[in-house]
């Protein structure tokens, strides 16, 4: 349609979507079957917008309130605005543009894909919820591919609420960039790739298994807290690097470092 779509009530169910100008839900139940073309701004305020097709978002995308579902891929070229809201189900979501993430839930095993820059901004209280409805899905996933940038602005949390432990896996570049608090990271993290804190500390507290490089400057610290780490023959820590596991039910947090440590 070259018309602006809004929805706001009821249920529908569609076979595909085309908008070539602004795309508005902020109430009820959208659901389509097929492909989805958004060529303008997208907003989803509230209700439940549910994608089982291929679709792609080339304007803005602006999440705000209300669920992103579906077994369907959408695939964000434009920028994009993750300020609350959720994502579930089975489906993938990749961030190929610039934007940010301030808060966000994940469910029921959906995967986040940063394949452009992302910056996790907004207030310290905000946080990246993962199996958020403790649903039998799937905690929900984000990873960084290797074009990816996850630039951290905040010391916010990154946290699982119940049941599947969730995993962000970087084969990318995180970074922190602002802050001089401390973000945690109490996800199970995989990296593979560049992890570096500028300033402030980022903890991580619930274990993974890694094969690229941890390095600080400034005032940065990397935090390895809580969980099991394993730390490869590949990876490399460079800079202020802490170790502070506990133990827990008679067992200890291990960090077992076989690559280098400068």
Do not use: C
Not at 142 to 165: H, K, P, Q, W, Y
């Amino acid at each position: 349609t070259e018309s602006p779509v809004t929805f706001s009530s009821g249920a529908a169910t569609i076979q595909n979507l085309v908008v070539s100008t602004t795309f508005t839900q902020s109430f009820g139940a959208l659901t389509v079957l097929g492909p989805s073309q958004f060529n303008g701004p997208v907003t989803l305020s509230g209700g439940t917008l549910t994608l089982h097709g291929p679709s792609y978002a080339t304007g803005e995308f602006t999440l705000s309130g209300g669920t992103l579902t579906g077994s369907g891929t959408l695939t964000i070229t434009g920028g994009h605005a993750l300020i609350s809201g959720a994502m579930t189900g089975s489906g993938y979501t990749i961030l190929a543009g610039t934007g940010t993430i301030s808060s966000l839930n994940l469910d029921d095993d959906r995967l986040v894909r940063i394949a452009g820059t992302t910056a996790w901004t907004g207030a310290s209280y905000e946080r990246i919820y993962f199996n958020y409805l403790g649903s039998g899905g799937g905690a929900g996933r984000m990873e960084t591919t290797a074009t990816g940038v996850f630039d951290i602005r905040t010391d916010a949390l990154m946290v699982n609420l119940s049941g599947t432990a969730g995993q962000f896996t970087n084969a990318g570049v995180i970074r922190k960039t602002f802050g001089t608090g401390t973000t945690g990271l109490d996800v199970q993290v995989v990296n593979s790739g560049a992890f570096d804190v500028q300033t402030g500390t980022v903890r991580l507290g619930a274990g993974g298994t890694h094969t690229g490089s941890f390095s600080t400057s400034g005032s940065g610290v990397v935090n390895f807290d809580r969980g099991v780490h394993h730390l490869q023959g590949a990876s490399a820590l460079t800079g202020s690097i802490s170790f502070t596991g506990s133990t827990q039910n008679g067992v200890a947090d291990v960090t077992t470092i076989d690559g280098s440590y400068a």
